[in-house]
């Protein structure tokens, strides 16, 4: 089945509010109250997740336990005055939270932007096939790149534009970035981080990306294993 346009959530607005939850690995401190200004010079007003300073008592990878984690994300999505839920950073973890979710309360509770990038791949997959709905990978606030004090300024403020501006990104490029094949294609965009495309297969959230133009993260992965996990989508979908 060919991969379908979703519906997007409305662009952010001076004045919205905003939640930061942690659904992976534990949040600095320092980071996300650097995150958090940040948003609020944006004319955000930013609401923390309970337990997004918890870490896992025996998982210390971990931001907490499931259960909480999954509560926070819960709560921050169906918040009537919540018009975005930013990850606070990657990780690991997000797909021990998929099973906890009620996603029929998130469904009614109406579209919200998500934003996050790494193990956040899960969640935009979840949030694509059980909620129809369209989502960002972008950077996120308790990270290096918007905690640190200065953030840095190009990715700040590319993310303040794509969540404020219609149609603001119209290139997706880097430095010395070069085409292996050349030509033209069109189409839906998807992907993420390698690594979690491959766990998902087999799961409710797996989706077929026929049509699609797949972007792709991975950073510092050996070619041997990125062979691998191409190999891998690629047989499933047959």
Partial sequence: MPLTALARPRRLRSGDTVAVVATSGPLVPERLAGGVRLLESWGLTVRVGAHALDRHPVLGHLAGTDEVRAADLQSAWCDPAVAAVLVGRGGSGVTRLLDL????????????????????????????????????????????????????????EHLRRTLFEPESVRRITAAGASAVVGGRASGVTTGGTLTLLASTVGTAESRPADGGLVILEDVGEPAWRLDNRLTQLLRSAR
Avoid at 129 to 139: D, Q, V
Avoid at 145 to 156: C, F, I, K, S, V
């Fill in 101 to 156: 979710l009620d996603w029929g309360a998130m469904r009614a509770a109406g579209p919200r932007v998500l934003v996050g990038f790494s193990d956040v791949t899960a969640l935009h997959e979840a949030v694509a096939a059980r909620l129809g709905l369209a989502s960002l990978w972008g950077p996120m606030p308790a990270t290096q790149a918007l905690g640190e004090h200065p953030p840095d300024r190009d990715t700040a």
